[in-house]
């Protein structure tokens, strides 16, 4: 925004052209920032903490599905406690059986899918979880 305003006053451009090259700017930054895998970034970085004590294991278990096979990779994390505030009534539960529901409800909703459904991150994390079988707690 700062360098097409100055492009304004030193070219003499009209508020149109600034407001174009301000558009393309935004669509570009936008494309950009969405070709990355937040949510898988954000519990690769919490994961590799060398303090396993310190790792929100609740927030992580609330990403979306994306992030189940890197949780799958530090299973040891999954015997702590945690506290559900969004049901009705605040309680606690196993991260590990949290995590288990969890990947189990998705390979469920995969397989009633139709070919409509498809996409490729799902289907890489199905295929994961085909070949590491996650066990119950």
């Known amino acids: 925004g700062l ?3 100055v492009m304004k006053i030193s ?10 090259i301000n558009s393309w700017a935004v669509l570009s930054m936008l494309l950009a920032m969405s070709s990355f895998n ?8 919490n994961l590799a903490n060398p303090q396993p004590n310190v790792i929100d294991i609740a927030y992580l278990l609330e990403l979306s599905d994306d992030v189940l096979p890197a949780l799958n990779e530090k299973k040891e994390l999954m015997n702590k ?3 559900i505030p969004r049901s009705r009534r605040i309680r606690t539960v196993n991260a590990g059986d949290y995590f288990y529901d969890r990947v189990q409800k998705f390979i469920n909703e995969q ?9 490729y991150p799902d289907e890489q994390i199905y295929k994961y979880f085909s070949e590491h079988e996650v066990k119950e707690r």
Do not use: C, H, P
Request: glycine fraction near 4%; aromatic fraction near 24%.
């Open 81 to 83: 406690e945690f506290y």
């Open 11 to 20: 070219q003499k451009r009209t508020a149109y052209s600034i407001f174009k």
């Open 38 to 45: 937040w949510d898988k970034n954000i519990a690769d970085y």
């Open 3 to 5: 360098v097409t305003m």
């Open 111 to 119: 397989e009633g899918y139709s070919q409509l459904s498809w996409n």
